[in-house]
């Protein structure tokens, strides 16, 4: 199955009103709220979806990663770690790449993402990718197969999709490619941004900003 997972999972303390205003108070622009509707855990350019799973925030969208993975701080960042300040947070990306970064108590523990020309890897191992470290992700039949170039690059996007995987077990209580048909089924608010309609018409040089600068 080719999983779209572009997912911020945010340990809360206590409950959040989803709104415009606490779009905005994330660092998001020129998002609108729309409706409630079935939660989309990789959404399309242009949309957002907030919902609550037992403790975890869930905050949906397609480039949201791209905003943690950055070497310094990022403003969205900056206004999410301001809201949630000692905070577990997850971010996962499952899609053309593979990423994940790890926030305790408004410390980025751990970051990583591979990718086509992308390797970012700062941080210690967690827990999650020190088990799937002591696995074999590469049986023998393939390593016959590969160069040791090959092999090096396989198992890094192995293990960062395993690790990934295994991260959800925290907010899930199971992996969320174990996770039963139903389980998949949550709700939130959905939030578009009505600009992009004006991107993909008119070109790239009228690009939307999604997100503070």
Known sequence: MGWKIYTTFIKTKEKVEINNAFVRSLGFLNFDLTEKTEFIFGPKLGELFIGVYKDYLMIAHSTLSFEFEQESKTKTESK?????????????????????????????????????EIFENTGELIEEELYWKNQQLINKEELDEITKQEYQIELENRLTYETCFELTKRVFGKRFDELDTEEYNHHGFKFVNKLMEIEKILGEKYKIKQFEE
Do not use: M
């Open 80 to 116: 999410i770690l301001s809201v949630f300040p000692d905070a577990e947070i997850i971010n996962l990306h499952i899609g053309h790449i593979l990423s994940f970064c790890v926030f305790e108590n408004g410390r980025k523990v751990r970051r990583k993402s591979v990718g086509d």
